[in-house]
């Protein structure tokens, strides 16, 4: 079989297998270059590639190309995910000026990084002697600190360190080339820190999404010579899979390549590309959806429903028209740009992809994406308005409450048998389901929390009368999950058009209509 060309789990280190990037490559070396040898600040998502980027900045062949000379030069990488709470400025140091020493030419500057590397504790004053050496033998040092949110959000690094460190930018042969998921400015311990000049020293750089152009380049430069090749509609369906995300990119054309490899017939070949890439793409999208605040997933979930209502291929939708939605939309889609979950376009915004549409729906109406392969209705399935029902008895009655639920309802409390309130919960939706009463339930459980959505099941929800905003409203409140039904009940509330609202979160939450699009 053939090798295949994509990868998806170490940071690219080969030159050679290094896509895109040219402005962000540009950016960092003009700084660099100039006089003042300015320090970069790189920004970007988990995954979105900081640290293949910074891989390929420190490869000499590329320091060549932009004119670093190795002899002068000192470019040294370094993970900062071992720095913990143990960690202390002296001991990251000192692995700092063993790197450095490691990878200098000029002896004089050896023998002072291997002085002050041992002592006990290496202070600012220390750092000047080894710095003043550096400038009189004409090397400079540049520092590629991966992951540096560890050491600005670490307590064990005050003020102290981040002045000094400054001092020795501003001063000496020094550049610094941070990377962070955030802002750093955003990840500070304190608010000393936050408010110290030090980070007026870097330009933030934000590493986002590939170009179209850079993603088509990518996989066609990858699959030369690799004796497979991709139509023009495989590229389209890995475009709409995965968007222009370098990891979902690398990881949705790996399982293609794979499946072209292994011949499968083309039906095939598109499950198990889908099947595959959802597994593996799953705990990333959770990720950056559990690192969004209320307003950033309010804004991607109109994205998401509006991509489901519309059914295009091309789901982008103009800020007027998200703005109806939700007020708010246009500052919340800068920030989700940057982070490359969402692509403007001349004539608006879309999802970066629709892998990521299809998993926030099921995140909010509390579906469990199965692994791959598996189909999504098997027949016996608990129907999802029992679970709600149990779901809300467990949030909203607390033991005494279920007891008394219980008493009105004629059901002996102590026979139920099960432990606990959950267990207690579960229990009297069963008895009462096996006795055909749940409609029983719903209606009492309406009685003692008038608050909150009960979901009628089937039979009276059919006989229910469609269309009224209210309906609309409790119909797709019903169908969310109950982590999120505040922040759906606020969004409702606080829009300009809660009609508009209800009746896209009715037509979006459906579930029959999970797979389509993938
Ligand atoms: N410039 C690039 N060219 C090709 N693939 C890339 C590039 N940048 C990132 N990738 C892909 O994305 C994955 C994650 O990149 P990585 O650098 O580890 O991200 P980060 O450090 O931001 O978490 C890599 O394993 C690789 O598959
Ligand atoms: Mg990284």
């Not at 600040?41 to 320091?63: C, F, M, Q, W």
């Not at 690799?226 to 899979?241: E, I, K, N, P, T």
């Not at 991509?307 to 500052?331: E, G, H, N, P």
Request: aromatic share 10%; charged share 25%.
């Amino acid at each position: 079989m053939p090798t295949n060309p994509f990868t998806y789990g170490n940071p690219i280190s080969d030159p050679t297998r290094f896509y895109g990037r040219a402005h962000e490559i540009e950016q960092v070396f003009s700084r660099l270059c100039n006089p003042e040898h300015e320090s970069s600040s790189l920004v970007g998502e988990r995954r979105i590639g900081k640290t293949s980027l910074l891989n390929y900045l420190a490869h000499p062949d590329v320091r060549r190309k932009f004119g670093l000379d190795p002899d002068r030069f000192v470019v040294v990488y370094v993970d900062l995910q071992m720095v913990d709470k143990t960690a202390t400025p002296t001991r990251l140091w000192q692995r700092l000026l063993r790197q450095i020493a490691r990878n200098c030419q000029a002896e004089p500057v050896k023998q002072i990084l291997e002085k002050v590397r041992q002592e006990q504790v290496i202070d600012n004053f220390a750092l000047e002697d080894v710095f003043d050496s550096v400038d009189a033998q004409n090397q400079y040092v540049v520092l590629l600190l991966d992951e540096f949110e560890n050491v600005t959000e670490n307590p064990n690094f005050g003020p102290d360190f981040f002045y000094g460190l400054r001092s020795l930018a501003i001063h000496h042969h020094l550049s610094l080339i941070t990377c962070s998921r955030r802002e750093l400015i955003e990840l500070c311990h304190s608010d000393a820190i936050r408010s110290s000049p030090f980070f007026n020293i870097f330009a933030n750089i934000n590493v986002g999404l590939f170009s179209e152009a850079d993603a088509r380049q990518f996989i066609a430069l990858s699959l030369e010579g690799s004796g497979v090749s991709f139509s023009d509609a495989d590229v389209s369906a890995l475009f709409r899979l995965a968007g222009y995300h370098p990891y979902f990119l690398q990881a949705a054309c790996y399982f293609l390549f794979e499946a072209c490899a292994r011949n499968l017939p083309p039906d095939e070949r598109a499950r198990f590309l889908a099947s595959e890439f959802r597994e593996e793409a799953i705990p990333h999208m959770a990720d950056y959806w559990h690192n969004s605040d209320d307003h950033q997933r309010l804004a991607l979930l109109l994205l998401a429903l509006l991509r489901r209502q519309s059914k295009a291929d091309r789901a982008v939708f103009s800020m007027s028209q998200l703005q109806d939605y939700y007020a708010r939309s246009d500052q919340m889609l800068s920030h989700l740009e940057k982070r490359g979950l969402v692509v403007s376009h001349p004539d608006g915004y879309a999802l970066l992809n629709s892998a990521m549409g299809e998993w926030i729906v099921n995140e909010i109406i509390g579906v469990e994406l199965k692994a791959a392969g598996t189909d999504s209705s098997p027949a016996d399935q608990t129907p999802a308005y029992i679970t709600k029902l149990r779901q809300n008895l467990e949030s909203y009655f607390n033991d005494e409450d279920l007891r008394n639920l219980c008493a009105d309802l004629g059901v002996e409390y102590e026979d139920l048998p099960a432990e606990g309130k959950a267990g207690k919960a579960r229990e009297l939706v069963n008895y009462m389901k096996r006795r055909e009463r749940l409609p029983d339930l719903v209606k009492m459980c309406r009685t003692h929390r008038p608050k909150v959505v009960w979901e009628d099941g089937p039979e009276t929800a059919a006989a229910a009368p469609h269309g009224r905003a209210a309906d609309a409203l409790a119909e797709a409140l019903s169908r969310v999950d109950t982590r999120y039904q505040e922040l759906v009940m606020g969004w409702v509330a606080g829009s300009k058009n809660p009609m508009a609202v209800s009746h896209l979160l009715q037509s979006g939450l459906n579930v029959s209509e999970e797979k389509d699009h993938v």
